[in-house]
Every structure is written in structure tokens, then in C-alpha cells.
């Protein structure tokens, strides 16, 4: 991490912390930005550190204004469309980097070549294992993104049915209201309902942890 950075970390942490003091906003925030929420809580805890990369991508996917990150803020002074879009959980950009900070160059003199490998192949060798680790990383970030899309897509479409239950509930006892329906026929009806309604929110729970999963991959 550069030395400005460290001096901008406490102010950073700060203003993260301003930005998901509401109740989820964490988690929103999170998913936002493609990271697992566990993560996330833990920089907000400094239990992590993160670089001035994932601060710029906040501004950018809350609608912040460029560098606002950098000075300290109070709660009144969060633009309004950050505000609304953590709350909506609506990116406003998609962030692809990555919030580990990037270490200090180095200033010692580099090692001299072993096993009689020459410095200019050695450092090529480097470059070319550096490239095919980005290039995994990079794969892996892609397919990762677009597997929770499909989760999240999922998962709205659980919250937010074509048909709600409650409608079906209310249909479902209006014909048990009209009909002359024996015990048995009448307490397996409200039971059938009962066990979808039950279903339905542990489908969501599994999906909502799927998710919290594949967050935490990688990071």
C-alpha cells in the first residue's frame, strides 16, 4: 500500500462506515460491489484493509462524486442518489477490481539469478505466469458475476412472484368456503398451503445463502 493510502485509510473506513450504518445497507453495499458481505464487514471492522481501487469503484457504483471518499463527511452530507441507490440496491456502475491493496515496491536490490537462469528470462518467465494468473482471475471474476446475476435474478423472482400467494391463498378459501368439503379434503387443502408458504421462504433462505457463498469465493 502507498504511503498515501495509509494516511487515507482511517478517513476511507470512516465514510464506509457512514454509508452502511442503516440496517442491511452492508449486505446491499456488498452485493453491489460483487463481494461477499462477510468481507466487506470485515474492513468496515479493520479487520481488512483495502485499497484506493475499491474505494474509487464505491464511488463509482454508489454515484459518489469522484475523491468524496477522501475527506470526512457527516450522515447529512451523503448525496442523495447514493443514498437511494444503496438503498435500492441499483449499481450505477459494475465494479471489477479487487480490494486488496497493492504492496509497497520494492527498493532492495533484486536477487541475483540461480541455478544459472539470466535476469531478463527470468523476469519474462514471471511476466508470462503474472499474465496467465490475471487472465484466470479475470475469467474467474466473470463467471462468478454472472452466476449471482442469475441467483439475484432468482431471488426477485421469488420476492416478487407473477402470482402472489397471498391471491392464491384467498381463491384457494373462498372454494373451500363454498364447497361442502369433508374434514379430511378441508384440512389437507389449508395444509397444502401452509407447506407452500413454508417452502417458499426456506427456497429463499437456501438462496440468499447461495449467494452469500459465491461472494466468498475468491476474495
Do not use: C
Not at 479487520?47 to 464505491?58: A, C, L, M, P, T
Not at 435500492?88 to 515496491?105: D, I, Q, S
Not at 413454508?198 to 445463502?209: A, M, T
Amino acid at each position: 500500500m502507498e504511503d498515501s493510502d495509509e494516511l487515507l485509510l482511517p478517513v476511507w473506513r470512516a465514510n464506509l462506515v457512514l454509508l452502511t450504518r442503516e440496517v442491511g445497507a452492508a449486505t446491499r453495499l456488498a452485493r453491489m460491489m460483487t463481494f461477499s458481505a462477510t468481507y466487506l464487514k470485515l474492513i468496515l471492522s479493520g479487520q481488512r484493509e483495502f485499497s484506493d481501487e475499491f474505494v474509487r469503484g464505491i464511488e463509482a457504483v454508489t454515484g459518489l462524486p469522484h475523491g468524496w471518499m477522501n475527506a470526512p463527511h457527516a450522515e447529512h452530507e451523503i448525496p442523495a442518489n447514493a443514498r437511494e441507490a444503496i438503498d435500492n440496491e441499483m449499481p450505477l456502475a459494475r465494479f471489477r477490481g479487487t480490494a486488496h491493496p497493492v504492496r509497497k515496491k520494492t527498493v532492495l536490490r533484486p536477487p541475483e539469478p540461480i541455478f544459472g537462469q539470466t535476469g531478463p528470462a527470468r523476469r519474462v518467465e514471471e511476466e508470462t505466469l503474472d499474465a496467465e494468473a490475471h487472465r484466470r482471475q479475470a475469467h474467474f471474476r466473470k463467471v462468478r458475476d454472472l452466476a449471482m446475476q442469475d441467483v439475484r435474478r432468482f431471488e426477485r423472482h421469488l420476492s416478487h412472484a407473477p402470482v402472489e400467494l397471498a391471491a392464491v391463498r384467498a381463491k384457494v378459501e373462498e372454494v373451500m368456503a363454498a364447497a361442502d368439503l369433508d374434514d379430511p379434503i378441508q384440512a389437507d387443502l389449508a395444509g397444502r398451503l401452509e407447506q407452500i408458504e413454508k417452502h417458499r421462504h426456506l427456497l429463499l433462505r437456501h438462496v440468499e445463502k447461495l449467494q452469500a457463498l459465491l461472494g466468498q469465493i475468491g476474495d
